[in-house]
């Protein structure tokens, strides 16, 4: 949920922002979902960005839409691997390396596997 002031410009982003490049997200989210979540934001007016987890940016439209646009990327790239029938965990690979310890000390509820199956999943739906 996020929630905006339209007297002062600020928004605050709760949980969507994060960081402009994702990286693990856990299994109950959904990429499609969260771009769906930022193009809603970015049709209106706000400045700067308070996240809860990364904290106050000045130029929080520029921001969000850096996010954005990182994973429209990531989307395209997910989707052509797809198609080209690398199997999830080779996308994976592929595309996220290396191992992030959250995934490790969540027991996998958060990982990189989560965003590559939510962008399958969600060519689907």
């Known amino acids: 949920?996020?929630?905006?002031?339209?007297?002062?410009?600020?928004?605050?982003?709760?949980?969507?922002?994060?960081?402009?490049?994702?990286?693990?997200?856990?299994?109950?989210?959904?990429?499609?979902?969260?771009?769906?979540?930022?193009?809603?934001?970015?049709?209106?007016?706000?400045?700067?960005?308070?996240?809860?987890?990364?904290?106050?940016?000045?130029?929080?439209?520029?921001?969000?839409?850096?996010?954005?646009?990182?994973l429209e990327k990531l989307t395209l790239k997910v989707q052509s691997m797809n198609r080209e029938g690398l199997s999830v965990d080779e996308i994976k690979q592929k595309i996220f390396p290396l191992d992030y310890p959250i995934i490790g000390f969540s027991e996998n509820q958060w990982d990189s596997r989560h965003v590559v199956t939510s962008i399958i999943e969600g060519e689907h739906q």
């Open 1 to 70: 949920m996020s929630f905006l002031n339209e007297k002062t410009g600020q928004l605050f982003s709760g949980d969507l922002f994060v960081a402009p490049k994702t990286k693990v997200i856990m299994d109950s989210e959904s990429i499609p979902l969260i771009m769906a979540s930022l193009r809603k934001l970015l049709k209106y007016d706000f400045d700067s960005l308070f996240c809860s987890h990364s904290g106050y940016f000045e130029n929080g439209r520029e921001m969000i839409e850096k996010k954005l646009q990182n």
